[in-house]
């Protein structure tokens, strides 16, 4: 039985019409199973001609390899221009390809009538709801509970810390054996508390100055352990894994990103990350993960507090207020 052979021509035309149909088509499919969007993914029309182009190239040196690769493409292509497969197909070819070329520049360079691009927002408010607006942060403005909390357990040295730094604070108090837990932090504010507490007196806004030093301990850390790597440790949008991204982290310390927004819309947007976005966003949605389903109110609202810290940028007051 004589075995089905696919001749150098054929193959180069096959392979350029798969690796178009798997950019064009193929890859989009696969975005949109991957993604779970309602709607794939395009690939953009500079990818697909760099794609193109680099398919013919690979090409061109599989088929000059060779003397014999060279003859066997250009075999069929001599016997058509020669009229071996008919006159009547050779004539239509002949017509119907610098037609299709021609057909081609036209649509390029055509005035065409369309409706306008809708523009991409990288951070779109359309479905940001309106009881975030007037959102505090829970741990910028202590309450009067939260401050006679503090100071029992200060006076006690049972300061509570949240989970993912009370490992470091107890190995750092395992080794260094302080007279007090809050020793941890060399700041003035704490070390006025701790003064404090060994005269018997202490005072609310000293309590409470040192609570905040607490909170942005905590926030700073969250922020290092989720957010650092995207928005970096400057807060610029400039962490290890930025470049990877189509569009860089917002950069917090631009005046224009952080500081003319609200705190319940900063809030928002931590909340609910890029699968929180509305349509606007599309089709290159915000990396950022929806941190609702791994890190508690609070602790959010700790990670903020520290990025408007690392800023230096405080938040647009609402117009409510």
């Known amino acids: 039985m004589k075995k089905l052979r696919i001749g150098g021509f054929l193959s180069v035309v096959v392979t350029l019409v798969f690796v178009y149909a798997l950019v064009k088509w193929g890859i989009p499919a696969v975005s949109r199973e991957v993604t779970t969007l309602p709607f794939p993914l395009p690939v953009p029309g500079a990818l697909m001609f760099i794609y193109m182009v ?8 599989f088929v000059t390899f060779s003397d014999e690769g060279l003859d066997d493409f250009l075999r069929p292509v001599k016997k058509f221009l020669r009229g071996g497969y008919g006159k009547i197909p050779r004539a239509a070819v002949l017509v119907a390809v610098p037609a299709l070329i021609g057909w081609q520049f036209y649509e390029i360079t055509v ?17 940001f709801p309106k009881s975030f607006e007037a959102k505090q942060n829970l741990v910028a403005n202590p309450t009067d509970a939260q401050i006679d909390a503090f100071i029992e357990q ?3 040295n049972e300061v509570q810390f949240i989970p993912q730094v009370q490992e470091d604070v107890e190995n750092w108090s395992d080794e260094m054996d302080p007279d007090h837990v809050l020793e941890f932090f060399p ?77 319940g819309y900063t809030f928002w947007r931590v909340t609910n990350g890029g699968p929180g976005l509305p349509t606007e966003a599309t089709p290159w949605d915000s990396a950022m993960p929806e941190w609702k389903l791994s ?12 990025e408007y810290d690392l800023a230096q940028k405080t938040p647009r007051i609402p117009e409510s207020h």
């Open 111 to 127: 005035p065409k009538v369309e409706v306008p691009a809708s523009l991409r927002i990288q951070h779109p408010s359309s479905n």
């Open 295 to 306: 890190l508690t109110e609070e602790e959010r609202w700790k990670i903020i507090l520290a």
């Open 54 to 61: 680099l398919t013919v190239i690979a090409l061109f040196l």
């Open 154 to 156: 200060a006076k006690a």
């Open 187 to 263: 700041v003035e504010p704490v070390k006025q508390l701790l003064a404090q507490l060994e005269s018997g007196t202490v005072e609310k806004e000293t309590a409470k100055a040192a609570l905040m030093e607490k909170n942005l301990f905590e926030g700073r850390a969250l922020y290092a352990m989720n957010c650092r790597p995207c928005h970096g440790d400057s807060v610029a949008g400039d962490g290890p894994m930025a470049d990877g991204f189509k569009l860089r982290p917002i950069d917090f310390t631009d005046n224009g990103t952080i500081e003319t927004i609200v705190e």
